[in-house]
């Protein structure tokens, strides 16, 4: 992902390499707001890249699951978006994540005494005036939206784990996560050195688009605009001939003749994040722009690859228990030398 281009940008990622060298300590922090009961391929990408950062760095992973947020914004139970987040936590651990190294938890649950001081203290730092200009809050909105992205930005901070860290607030966190996860992070920076706290460092993964088009989002709660970890083949397949944007031409004769466009072809593009063969890669790009490839053997070969993704995540799901859950959310000491 990092070699093609998936992963962009960043905020003072040299850092956490420099305190690799050095033999300094720091951690990985994500999250996931569950909004249906299956994670869909747009969410897998950075947890697949966050579990190859946990093993080329050997270092702890705090994963949040913000069930608060989707009771929040949605219109949910508390009961519901507990549940959802218990079934997106069964599928994230179904990535691979090391279970001595890693704490899975969800806000509603975990809230202890030293994660809550680290949110008044930010809710005391930013002014409502700032969290409008950045999050777009309005007047209508209720207030516990305006409250919640200091409880997001809390788990940037080691102390919010005394279980893990102890009372440390010098130990930075590295953070993979989607550009638009940027502003809360934004803010999180600005805070933390009046908390005498280490900056959250960021690196930045693109969107896998969505099945309409190379400029759209992949959204849960639209079935049609995603794939979901537990389609079957037979719905993945038809997804991707019904309604994964082509690239090609109108005519198989003009596609001949002029080739397809990669760029914005949705096949392709489920190719360039899940194919790990560079040379096919490259090959495939090659014989659709040429128009040696047609949009309908480019899809089968990106339905192909799909669903040995899904099938894979899926066969790992199947032996995910609840006791699994349980020793990823138990709140203990990780497998950490500081």
């Known amino acids: 992902m990092l070699r093609r281009g998936m992963f962009f940008a960043h905020r003072d990622f040299s850092a956490i390499l420099d305190r690799k060298e050095q033999g300094k300590p720091f ?120 409250a919640f992205p200091a409880i997001q930005a809390a788990p940037s901070f080691a102390s919010s784990f005394p279980h893990i860290f102890g009372k440390r607030n010098d130990i930075p966190c590295l953070i993979p996560c989607a550009i638009d996860q940027d502003p809360y992070f934004r803010m999180t920076r600005d805070v933390a050195p009046r908390l005498k706290a280490a900056k959250p460092c960021l690196i930045f993964s693109s969107f896998l688009p969505a099945l309409q088009g190379a400029q759209t989002k992949m959204n849960a709660s639209e079935p049609n605009t995603c794939i979901y970890l537990s389609d079957t083949p037979k719905q993945i397949k038809n997804k991707i001939n019904k309604y994964a944007f082509s690239g090609g ?19 392709y593009q489920f190719l360039k994040f899940f194919l790990e063969d560079d040379e096919k890669l490259a090959e495939i790009r090659e014989k659709y722009t040429k128009g040696e490839l047609l949009s309908g053997e480019l899809k089968a070969l990106a339905t192909v690859e799909v669903n040995r993704v899904v099938g894979e995540m899926q066969e790992r799901r199947k032996k995910v228990t609840d006791e699994d859950v349980e020793l990823f959310s138990k709140v203990r000491p990780l497998a950490f030398k500081f």
Request: overall charge negative.
């Open 27 to 146: 951690f990985l922090y994500t999250g996931r707001g569950a909004s249906s009961g299956s994670l869909h391929l747009g969410h897998l990408v950075p947890f697949m890249f966050t579990k190859w950062l946990q093993e080329v760095f050997d270092v702890p992973l705090i994963i949040q699951m913000t069930d608060d947020e989707k009771f929040l914004w949605k219109d949910l139970k508390v009961d519901e978006a507990k549940k959802m987040a218990k079934e997106n936590m069964k599928d994230i651990i179904s990535v691979g994540f090391d279970p001595e190294k890693t704490f899975i938890f969800n806000n509603l649950d975990y809230m202890c005494p030293p994660f809550y001081e680290n949110v008044v203290k930010i809710w005391k730092i930013v002014n409502a005036n700032q969290a409008r200009s950045i999050f777009g809050f309005s007047p209508e909105d209720c207030i516990g939206k305006g």
């Open 249 to 267: 031409q109108q005519t198989v004769e003009e596609h001949r003749a002029k080739g397809g466009n990669c760029d914005v072809d949705i096949s």
